[in-house]
Nanobody, 124 residues
Framework: QVQLVESGGGLVQAGGSLRLSCGAS????????MGWFRQAPGKQREFLSEISRSGGTTYYADSAKGRFTISRDNAKNTVYLQMNSLKPEDTAVYYCAARRTYSESVYSSTWDYWGQGTQVTVSS
C-alpha cells in the first residue's frame, strides 16, 4: 500500500510559478512509476506527466510540455511538478498518482494509488 500526500498548491498570478510536491509513505517509492494529473471543475481528470522509477524517463501531455517539469527524489520519497508560466486555465485540483509499470498511458484507471489533491488557482 502506498499513501500519497500532495502539497505546494495555492493562489498565483498568471505568469507565475509553483512547485508541487508529493510525498509517499513506505519503502517502495523507488519501485513505483509516478505521475501527475489535474481536474478542473466540471471536467474529467487530465493526465499531465509521468516519470519512470529511476527518473531517467519522462512523458508529458501536450498541455504540460514546455511549461511543466516532473522530477523525483527517491531518497526523499518525493515527486515534484514544477509549473511555470501559469495560466488561468491551469486552475484545478492537482493529484499525484503511482503505479507499478511505465506505460505512457494517460488513462486514470491505469493508475493504482492516488493522493487527495492540492488546489492550484491562477488569477488573471
Amino acid at each position: 500500500q502506498v499513501q500519497l500526500v500532495e502539497s505546494g498548491g495555492g493562489l498565483v498570478q498568471a505568469g507565475g510559478s509553483l512547485r508541487l510536491s508529493c510525498g509517499a509513505s513506505g519503502r517502495t517509492f523507488s519501485t513505483k512509476v509516478m505521475g501527475w494529473f489535474r481536474q478542473a471543475p466540471g471536467k474529467q481528470r487530465e493526465f499531465l506527466s509521468e516519470i519512470s522509477r529511476s527518473g531517467g524517463t519522462t512523458y508529458y501531455a501536450d498541455s504540460a510540455k514546455g511549461r511543466f517539469t516532473i522530477s523525483r527524489d527517491n531518497a526523499k520519497n518525493t515527486v515534484y511538478l514544477q509549473m511555470n508560466s501559469l495560466k488561468p486555465e491551469d486552475t484545478a485540483v492537482y493529484y499525484c498518482a503511482a503505479r507499478r509499470t511505465y506505460s505512457e498511458s494517460v488513462y486514470s484507471s491505469t493508475w493504482d494509488y492516488w493522493g487527495q489533491g492540492t488546489q492550484v488557482t491562477v488569477s488573471s
